[in-house]
């Protein structure tokens, strides 16, 4: 945890502050859904989409094996587990690029990038 060590004052001998508190872990809801978050990205990024004519007409195709299964679950245990210790949910929000190329209307080709 990094300090800050504070000025001397009336002559005495400077101390050690924390320099901000330390973060607390989620709720139980907020770990949930975070947890979800990433299980749904992981399954996502498992898939593979297709195009189905030249007008951008989209068909997307999700494994349902238990290998995928067994990913699906690894990937939201660590996230769990990361959160539950007090890593920063934050980085998370970074898995919408995965699921940019699911939704279901016309994006832009960029997005298509993380298919």
Same mark, same amino acid.
């Given at each position: 945890?990094?300090?800050?060590?504070?000025?001397?004052?009336?002559?005495?001998?400077?101390?050690?502050?924390?320099?901000?508190?330390?973060?607390?872990?989620?709720?139980?809801?907020?770990?949930?859904?975070?947890?979800?978050?990433?299980?749904?990205?992981?399954?996502?990024?498992?898939?593979?989409?297709?195009?189905?004519?030249?007008?951008?007409? /989209?068909? =997307?195709?999700? $494994? %349902?094996?238990?290998?995928? !299964? &067994? #990913? +699906?679950?690894?990937?939201?245990?660590?996230?769990?587990?990361?959160? /539950?210790? =007090?890593?920063? $949910? %934050?980085?998370?929000?970074? !898995? &919408? #690029? +995965?699921?940019?190329?699911?939704?279901?209307?016309?994006?832009?080709?960029?997005?298509?990038?993380?298919?």
């Amino acid at each position: 945890m990094p300090v800050i060590l504070s000025q001397r004052v009336n002559g005495h001998h400077p101390t050690l502050e924390p320099a901000s508190p330390p973060l607390r872990p989620p709720g139980v809801i907020a770990l949930s859904l975070w947890t979800l978050w990433a299980a749904l990205a992981a399954w996502m990024s498992l898939g593979t989409i297709g195009f189905a004519s030249s007008h951008g007409a /989209r068909i =997307g195709l999700l $494994p %349902a094996s238990s290998g995928a !299964l &067994a #990913l +699906v679950i690894g990937a939201a245990g660590v996230v769990a587990w990361l959160l /539950r210790a =007090g890593a920063p $949910p %934050a980085p998370l929000a970074l !898995l &919408a #690029l +995965v699921a940019l190329p699911w939704l279901p209307f016309q994006v832009p080709a960029a997005f298509l990038i993380w298919s």
